[in-house]
């Protein structure tokens, strides 16, 4: 079993990506797919007037502020127009795909975060009215009956929080738990660079394998939405999966590419 993240970030082939998922589902392997919707979101956004904002929160990590306008914008552009989109894609090369995203059946659930905390010029604050969550539970059981019915499944970004709302879930992460939840041998984690980079933004910089008790150290390497993949790597291997592949969705066959030798392996 592999689950496939592939990124919002804009340069990603989904045509390419589906082209590969579509030949090896048709030669009888199961795949989960996830999806994010970042560059969709922010333009969506843009357009609705309500542009998005991203905080650094005290740990240096980077991530979207998620009021309720900006939740609904999300849905909107993940569960809406790019799910379909990638179920579309698959339809067209013969695979049934089945489109939901983790709010669907409580497939992800969680707590929903109400305040964070975030750095703004230097100074440490508090937000409220925040509608993102962290993940504590998956429905193992809705993956594997679709799985088993014949559904390769399309996942996006939301999750159910313990009263029912739905909230903003990193992607990067939502596809560690799954992994982790069905059991699933590889991770393969696709974005717009090549996978992580020793000097960003030199492609050629590529750290092709990072033993596991080193990810921690690596950390130092990573830019901007890479340490949120890291962060979603090092949960998935304390979860049972044995390698996470960060790899290329800009390229032909990316996800055969990554999972003969492409990319950065962590194992």
């Known amino acids: 079993m592999i689950v496939v993240k592939i990124g919002g970030s804009a340069g990603n082939d989904y045509d390419a990506l589906c082209d590969d998922i579509a030949e090896r589902w048709c030669a009888g392997e199961r795949l989960i797919l996830v999806h994010g919707g970042s560059d969709q979101t922010n333009r969506l956004g843009e357009a609705l007037g309500h542009p998005p904002r991203f905080v650094t929160s005290p740990s240096g990590h980077t991530s979207r502020y998620t009021d309720r306008r900006t939740l609904e914008i999300f849905m909107m552009a993940t569960a809406g127009l790019i799910n379909k989109q ?11 795909a089945l489109g939901l995203s983790g709010l669907d059946g ?4 969680g707590k929903r975060k109400a305040t964070i905390r975030v750095i703004e010029q230097g100074r440490q604050m508090i937000l409220r009215d925040d509608w993102t969550g962290t993940i504590e539970q998956v429905n193992r059981d809705l993956l594997h009956m679709l799985l088993a019915a014949g559904y390769l499944p399309v996942v996006a970004p939301l999750a159910c929080s313990e009263a029912g709302e739905a909230v903003n879930v990193d992607g990067d992460r939502a596809a560690a738990a799954i992994a982790t939840a069905i059991g699933a041998q590889t991770l393969i984690l ?6 992580l980079l020793r000097n960003f933004p030199d492609e050629s910089s590529l750290i092709t394998h990072i033993p596991r008790n080193d990810l921690e150290s690596s950390m130092t390497y990573a830019a901007g939405r890479m340490k949120k993949k890291l962060l979603g790597a ?4 304390a979860g049972g999966v044995q390698r996470v592949i960060l790899a290329d969705a800009r390229i032909p066959a990316c996800v055969s590419q990554a999972l003969n030798g492409g990319g950065t392996h962590i194992v």
Do not use: D, F, Y
């Open 86 to 96: 990638l179920v579309e894609r698959l339809h067209m090369r013969g695979v049934m």
């Open 106 to 109: 409580r497939l992800l659930s």
């Open 190 to 195: 696709l974005s717009n660079v090549p996978g």
């Open 234 to 237: 090092q949960e998935a291997l």
